[in-house]
């Protein structure tokens, strides 16, 4: 059984706020307790509202309004194949991506190394005896050959990058897609203005 606290004249109720603070309200803006809730809030009521002599009564089962629905769910729907496709073939392009952003980090790696083995180049030419002709033109084959290797590495990266930096490749998950589409199976609809029964 539910309870309302009002006062002996029956028009002015007692509701909780939203910070639990009672507060008087109409008959339309009253509110429904359990027996102890109602037995407390009346016990503590501040000394204010307790001149006006408030107690928890009753409500008869009969009087109460049926609760009408505030919205609607729709439990039967099918998600079409022309949408499920969709995860497929975004979540490919979510693959490629994953793949550029590993690839990426091979490449850093690689240029590190290139970079590392010129400067060891550098100070071979640096440190040692001064060659001969066949031996400077060996040692300028090696320079060109880690410059060659350094500039594909490089033009690698600034594609890759161009297109990662640009694109969130998170969107395009197959997890991601996938609870769209179950989104898709648990809507609701509120009512707006229908009064339905």
């Avoid at 009753?58 to 109460?64: H, N």
Wanted: hydrophobic share 35%; glycine share 4%; proline share 4%.
């Amino acid at each position: 059984m539910q309870y309302v606290i009002t006062n002996s004249s029956k028009k002015v109720f007692v509701r909780l706020s939203a910070d639990g603070t009672p507060e008087t309200r109409s008959k339309n803006n009253k509110q429904l307790f359990e027996y102890s809730k109602a037995q407390n809030i009346v016990k503590h009521l501040p000394k204010t509202l307790k001149r006006f002599h408030f107690r928890a009564e009753a409500v008869p089962e009969v009087l109460l309004e049926p609760q009408k629905p505030t919205a609607i769910q729709n439990d039967h729907y099918i998600v079409n194949k022309d949408i499920t496709r969709w995860k497929e073939k975004f979540g490919s392009c979510g693959d490629v991506f994953g793949e550029a952003k590993q690839r990426e980090g091979q490449l850093l790696t690689e240029l590190d190394i290139v970079d590392k083995e010129f400067l060891d180049i550098l100070h071979i030419i640096e440190i040692e005896k001064p060659k001969d002709l066949y031996g400077g033109w060996k040692e300028y084959k090696r320079i060109q050959n880690n410059r060659e290797k350094r500039r594909m590495i490089k033009d690698e990266l600034l594609i890759i990058r161009n297109v990662i930096q640009n694109i969130n490749p998170s969107c395009l998950e197959r997890e991601r897609i996938q609870k769209a589409i179950d989104g898709l199976m648990n809507r609701k609809y509120a009512f707006r203005i229908l009064d339905c029964e």
